[in-house]
């Protein structure tokens, strides 16, 4: 166990519609990265916020957004989806923000859209 | 652009040494190396990470070359449960961004 937490595990969703997965960090960690992992595109960095404020964006749709909460919990928004948005989606937290710090990984959210 | 590349699979017997490589030619000064496992249906998990010297951990041993061009990890004596898929990513210093590529699988036969 990690201690970072995802919900839901699951998700079934519709084409056009909007869905939102949260994460909430190990205890104390101030960083939070959230990946897309799709079996044609392997695991991708999405978008990384570090107490509140976005610190590194990198393959992120522009239907796609996310935050990080006063209570450090983050939230991906996934909107007008497509059938290629159907993917496990990890949420990682780690205690700083450098390119040395170990990252913790959630167990993840199964996207599936119908 | 992953800027690691890996093989795209190794075996290894139970108890032997296995030595996973990773090229990572392009690394700039600054740039630390990681590496990360996924277990089937899990998450990844961090295994080791090391800037210019090689690393020890519980886990493994991170073995970087003079040049920095390549690296090695090296798993001393595999089990069962160290088959997963490994990942090589350059910790990008200037935007944190962690490129996992398509990563090696590790088959360990018994």
């Known amino acids: 166990d990690s201690g970072v937490t995802q919900t839901p595990k699951h998700l079934i969703t519709a084409t056009g519609q909007r869905v939102t997965l949260r994460c909430s960090p190990r205890?104390?960690?101030?960083?939070v990265y959230w990946y897309q992992q799709s079996l044609d595109q392997g695991l991708q960095f999405l978008i990384q916020?570090?107490?509140?404020?976005?610190?590194a964006k990198g393959n992120i749709l522009e239907r796609f957004s996310a935050q990080q909460f006063p209570d450090l919990h983050s939230e991906l928004n996934l909107s007008s989806l497509e059938l290629g948005d159907s993917a496990l989606y990890f949420c990682?937290?780690?205690?700083?923000?450098?390119?040395?710090?170990?990252?913790?990984f959630g167990p993840g959210t199964r996207l599936t859209v119908l | 652009d992953a800027k690691t590349t890996q093989p795209n699979s190794m075996e290894s017997n139970e108890e032997e040494p296995v030595h996973l490589p990773c090229n990572h030619s392009?690394?700039?000064?600054?740039?630390?190396i990681h590496w990360y496992r996924q277990l089937p249906s899990q998450g990844p998990e961090y295994v080791i990470h090391?800037?210019?010297s090689n690393v020890n951990n519980r886990m493994a041993s991170l073995a970087i070359a003079e040049d920095r061009k390549s690296s090695t990890l090296i798993l001393h004596r595999a089990t069962l449960r160290d088959a997963a898929v490994y990942y090589c990513?350059?910790?990008?210093?200037?935007?944190?961004?962690?490129?996992f590529g398509a990563g090696t699988r590790l088959t360990v036969k018994p």
């Open positions: 990682a937290s780690s205690a700083g923000t450098g390119p040395w710090d170990e990252q913790f």
């Open positions: 205890s104390g960690d101030l960083s």
């Open positions: 916020y570090y107490n509140g404020e976005e610190r």
């Open positions: 392009t690394i700039s000064g600054t740039d630390y």
């Open positions: 090391g800037l210019t």
């Open positions: 990513i350059r910790g990008d210093y200037n935007n944190n961004d962690m490129r």
